[in-house]
Nanobody, 114 residues
Framework: QVQVVESGGDLVQPGGSLTLSCVVSGATPGISGMHWYRQAPGESRVLVASSSQFGSESYAESVKGRFIISRDNAKSTLQMNHLVPEDTAKYSC??????????WGQGTQVTVSS
């Protein structure tokens, strides 16, 4: 079975930094992509960063230049810098497994506030 677990969420001051991790456990035929989404209260879930098996990276315009997604086998790291209150949300990791489909983690809460 495939398990996806996020960690690293915390309360952070505006302008601060935080690093989230997404770890995939269980045997798979391979991971084709890993993605970070976020959802703030009263808002829809949106894609913020993606990493493909080819090493390509993409970011939502709202986080471009501030967030960095990394990939390393079955782990993804989302480095978040220069955080603003608008970044407050539950961050979730979605993993694309080759031939099997997608798997979601339960999410980790990030709160940016003074």
């Amino acid at each position: 079975q495939v398990q996806v677990v996020e960690s690293g969420g915390d309360l952070v001051q505006p302008g601060g930094s935080l690093t989230l991790s997404c770890v995939v456990s269980g045997a798979t035929p391979g991971i084709s992509g890993m993605h970070w989404y976020r959802q703030a209260p009263g808002e829809s879930r949106v894609l913020v960063a993606s990493s493909s098996q080819f090493g390509s990276e993409s970011y939502a315009e709202s986080v471009k230049g501030r967030f960095i997604i990394s990939r390393d086998n079955a782990k993804s790291t989302l480095q978040m810098n220069h955080l603003v209150p608008e970044d407050t949300a539950k961050y979730s990791c979605k993993v694309d497994v080759w031939r099997w489909g997608s798997y979601w983690g339960q999410g980790t809460q990030v709160t940016v506030s003074s």
